[in-house]
């Protein structure tokens, strides 16, 4: 990728993840700041980008030789003698030279089993593929299918926020965050995030009082001693009906005393229970657990954006925010949770219903999910195709070791160059070069998507692997139909159709026949020009502008020109912005023209 800042992959990691998911609908946290600070810009090289990846396509080939002959000597080989010199003429099938090797038939053997472990990973590969094709995706219907007209939208947010009525959700968890309902132009200021800490107060304490009165309000002893109170009077009316059964003559009389005793019967109970009474009274939790207002200092909140503001309309932002006041200062400070998985409870029970509708989990996965899987198994089968070469290719040129010692000419032609085996190994060159006046072809690949931006006699790099060097060749011809192996090189689009072409590399290069390449070529549709990425860009009654500082040093607001978008990150800038240009970024309360600009270094978003 060609860019003009080694900033950019910070850019993209962090703003894309962070700012983007808050500030697609003009959402930023100012709060905690003083009014009147002057506003940060930073340097275009930052946010922006003039050339993107996809410039530069490679594809990879093995070399051929004709009418050339390159030596190499591998770290097993010995010379032990040479028989010819500098600018001598031979002739095919003359003895170059002889060595020793300490490559045993053994170690051949391990790199013929290397060749045949890939293959069979490749077919397991290949079966695993088999099995992704046959998954049936998981099915989402869509909520709704009535005209758009007939669909109700419901309310229609005309303040600047509404926050959640339910207190059950105060804010002390994720799970019970409030809902603050903001408007699209609205940005969160000091003044909104007060209301939520008193809205999140006032709930809290509301759900401390529920608790304290589900305490129960008497201890669990007490039945145990009102069940022993009744045992002990029960024996005190026995005395009095002893009395009178002595008299015989009126036995009806002693019969109403039987009758009265029962009245202290039960006043004797009363001084039992009565003590009771003041040893529950330190163990009752509700007299002193008079709540008072719970104080807050951080809570957890979902700002919701909706589409033009209504309150069933599709939810342009969702985002989770943990707010945090400093006890001191009073200042706001800001962490961000994922509230994907909770339920928007400011929706009736029939509305929220609508948007879950049954879903077919079939097998559990998405089609975009099987369809990602798909393209991953298949790059890992290519993947594993091109390490077979590469291994196939390392074992074809050890078999050429495994022989009767000598090295033969395999063309008549000179000894255009002759090396010790020291100064070969030091200068990463052939030992031995002979020539016929031929050169070398390496045979490469390009996507049926780049193919009509290669023409013949086009420049390309070659880059040799095994000694790091870089030579000039040129594209000799292109085939006009595609590979039937499926080519692939590991880059690029997995289900395109690749195209053969070859090059030509002149007899001064070093390679070496049988070798592995890559080959490096300029595509002719390179995108050129000014993007920016998206959070630094606002719309405004359909025009786009951002936040530039000016020669006085003071920020502006200036339109800008837009073309098409780069992988949903980026905007192409036709007119507007320069690679000179100090850009802001375009939300919170001191961000307005005529205010004062300094230039500062893309860390301070995520103080």
């Known amino acids: 990728m060609k860019r003009k800042s080694k900033g950019k992959k910070l850019l993209i990691t962090l703003v894309s993840l962070v700012l983007v998911a808050s500030i697609g609908a003009g959402i930023w946290f100012v709060a905690g700041k003083n009014g009147g600070e002057p506003v940060p810009v930073f340097p275009f090289m930052y946010l922006g980008m003039t050339e993107y990846w996809g410039d530069s396509q490679e594809s990879y080939g093995f070399v051929q030789t004709d009418g050339v002959q390159t030596v190499y000597l591998s770290n097993t080989q010995t010379v032990t003698e040479v028989f010819v010199e500098a600018g001598q003429t031979v002739k095919k099938g003359d003895v170059l030279l002889s060595f020793d090797t300490t490559l045993s038939d053994l170690a051949l053997e391990r790199k013929r089993l290397d060749v045949e472990k890939l293959k069979l990973q490749l077919e397991d590969a290949r079966k695993h593929l088999r ?126 005393p039987e009758t009265e005793p029962t009245e202290p019967e039960t006043e004797p109970s009363e001084p039992e229970t009565k003590p009771s009474e003041p040893e529950t009274e330190p163990t009752d939790p509700t007299e002193p657990e008079e709540p008072e207002e719970v104080d807050v200092d951080r809570f957890f909140v979902v700002f919701k954006v909706t589409e033009n503001n209504y309150a069933l309309a599709a939810k342009t932002v969702w985002q989770g925010i943990y707010v945090i006041r400093d006890e001191q200062t009073g200042a706001y400070s800001f962490k961000f949770f994922d509230a994907s998985l909770i339920q928007d409870h400011t929706l009736a029970p029939d509305e929220e219903a609508e948007e879950k509708p049954e879903i077919d989990f079939g097998s559990g996965f998405t089609a975009a999910q099987i369809a990602q899987m798909r393209a991953e198994q298949e790059k890992a089968i290519k993947e594993l195709e091109f390490s077979i070469k590469m291994a196939e290719a390392d074992y074809k040129i050890a078999q050429t070791e495994v022989s009767d010692g ?71 011809s292109l085939g006009d139909y595609p590979q039937a192996d499926g080519y692939w090189n590991g880059m690029g689009n997995p289900t395109a159709s690749y195209y053969p072409f070859r090059v030509f590399v002149e007899e001064s290069a070093d390679l070496q026949s049988g070798s592995y390449v890559s080959i490096q070529f300029a595509a002719g549709n390179a995108e050129h020009g000014v993007y920016l990425e998206n959070p630094f860009i606002r719309t405004e009654n359909g025009r786009s502008y951002v936040y530039v500082a000016g020669e006085d040093g003071l920020l502006e607001k200036r339109y800008v020109t837009t073309g098409k978008s780069l992988w949903g990150s980026y905007t192409e800038i036709l007119e507007g912005v320069g690679e000179e240009d100090l850009i802001a970024f375009p939300y919170g309360k001191n961000v307005k023209p005529g205010a004062e600009a300094v230039e500062s270094d893309i860390s301070v978003l995520y103080e």
């Open 406 to 476: 000598n090295i033969y000419a395999q063309i008549d032609g000179v000894v255009v160059s002759l090396l010790s085996a020291e100064e070969a190994e030091l200068m990463q060159q052939p030992i031995l070069k002979v020539s016929a006046g031929g050169g070398f072809y390496v045979e490469g690949n390009v996507s049926e998507l780049d193919r009509d931006n290669l023409v013949i006699g086009q420049e390309v790099t070659i880059n040799d692997w095994n000694t790091g060097m870089m030579y000039t060749g040129r594209i000799e």
């Open 131 to 256: 099995e992704i094709n046959a998954m049936r995706p998981m099915v989402i219907p869509q909520p709704s299918d009535k005209p758009e007209e007939d669909v109700d939208l419901g309310e229609l947010l005309t303040e600047g926020y509404k926050i959640s009525q339910n207190p059950d959700f105060d804010g002390s968890s994720p799970e019970r965050a409030l809902i603050c309902w903001l408007h699209s132009a609205a940005t969160v200021e000091d003044s909104v995030l007060d209301a939520l800490i008193l809205k999140a107060m006032e709930y809290q304490t509301i759900n401390a009082e529920k608790e304290a009165e589900k305490v129960p309000s008497s201890p669990s002893p007490m039945p145990q001693e009102e069940t022993g109170n009744p045992t002990e009077t029960t024996e005190a009316p026995t005395d009095p009906t002893e009395a009178p059964s002595d008299p015989t003559e009126a036995p009806t009389e002693p019969s109403e």
